[in-house]
């Protein structure tokens, strides 16, 4: 059995997981294959054909967040002493699990557990990231001294894979003693922007804009504000009964409905508004969709993405203020009168596969 722990933490690591994983069904269908996460169930039975085992397990801290914007500093902290005072007892659990269970290799995306309980199993692990825990503490450390020990914990669980499968847009991943760089890893879209947009009733000549803040969202955010941009058609998941004429509520029963992905919702949009994060980076990257983007706190992996999305999609910057006023029409206008650059190598997901089941 192959076994991927994966953090919680938004969507960006169990999109990419779960399209490791599809590509392992692919390339061997008989494997057997398991998720160990705190994250949403539906996000792998919706990437990953077959049976599988899912265990509901908060398995690592990741950040916690006030909303989509904001970083929850001193609740991480809290967060992080509250996980260190049962994570012995938890690896090993997972340890006996792995053993139990047959497991031949473990995936990590990036909880420090699964490299602690993999070890205690003999089990070999392989990790998947483009930036890892221990940066991130160390990096939030000096308001939230806490936070040393979660860095000095993680980098010394990441000294133990085996090996790491580094995606692009990489922060300091130091930690992990052998690295090998793969393509990027992204939910390809099913159909075509003209087609997509159809099924969501929008004209193909349209100008549509994705609204899209991952699973936390942004309360803040009022959609009224949309209707002074009429000449845009905007694609969001609401619950407000009253939205302008030009706001498409785009919410998950209405998406599978129209048998519409979410990566197909992000080719029907010409462009995407939301904050940086590997995986809305990467769908848009792999649906050749615009990106406006706001700032995201003081996390470390935003000026990474900043610097190297737009070798692939263009990108323009759009303030939190003006985001929350709905003064989008200059950025918008921007990225939509810039060239398309080529596309990058998207065989992350296939090439990772590959790799996993020589060592498996």
């Not at 020990?149 to 980098?155: F, G, I, T």
């Not at 941009?229 to 998406?255: C, G, I, K, Q, Y």
Request: glycine share 8%; proline share 8%.
């Amino acid at each position: 059995m192959i076994v991927a722990y994966v953090s919680g933490h938004g969507y960006g690591h169990a999109t990419r997981t779960g399209e490791v994983l599809r590509a392992i069904r692919e390339q061997a269908p008989e494997a057997p294959l398991a998720v160990v996460t705190s994250g949403p169930e539906r996000l792998y039975r919706q990437a990953v054909p077959g049976p599988f085992v899912f265990r509901a397990l908060e398995c690592d801290v990741g950040v916690a967040q006030k909303d989509a914007l904001a970083i929850d500093e001193p609740g991480t902290a809290a967060r992080w002493r509250a996980f260190a005072g049962r994570r012995e007892a938890l690896v090993e659990q997972e340890a006996r699990w792995l053993r139990a269970s047959g497991t031949r290799l473990v995936l990590g995306d990036v909880p420090p557990l699964a490299f602690e309980a993999a070890a205690q199993a003999s089990v070999i692990a392989v990790g998947l990231a483009n930036f890892s825990w221990d940066w991130i503490y160390r990096h939030l450390a000096p308001r939230q001294p806490a936070l040393r020990q979660a860095a000095h914990a993680a980098a010394s669980a990441y000294g133990k894979a085996a090996l790491l499968l580094q995606l692009p847009f990489t922060g300091d991943l130091s930690a992990f003693p052998r690295r090998e760089p793969i393509p990027l890893v992204a939910r390809r879209p099913r159909m075509s922007r003209a087609e997509a947009k159809r099924r969501l009733g929008l004209p193909e000549a349209s100008r549509a804009v994705l609204v899209s803040f991952g699973g936390i969202g942004l309360p803040a955010f009022d959609p009224v504000r949309l209707g002074a941009l009429p000449d845009f058609h905007f694609l969001m998941d609401s619950e407000r009964d009253a939205l302008p004429a030009n706001v498409v509520t785009t919410s998950p029963e209405r998406l599978e409905a129209l048998g519409v992905g979410y990566p197909d919702l992000v080719r029907a949009a010409d462009v995407v508004v939301t904050k940086p994060g590997y995986g809305i980076v990467s769908d848009a990257i792999a649906a050749r969709t615009r990106i406006v983007y706001t700032e995201r706190g003081d996390f470390p992996e935003y000026p990474v993405l900043v610097a190297e999305m737009p070798r692939h999609v263009p990108c323009a910057h759009v303030g939190n203020v003006d985001l929350l006023a709905g003064r989008l029409r200059e950025a918008i206008e921007d990225v939509l009168g810039r060239e398309m650059p080529a596309p990058p190598d998207l065989g992350g997901a296939e090439a990772a596969a590959r790799r996993l089941l020589e060592l498996a």
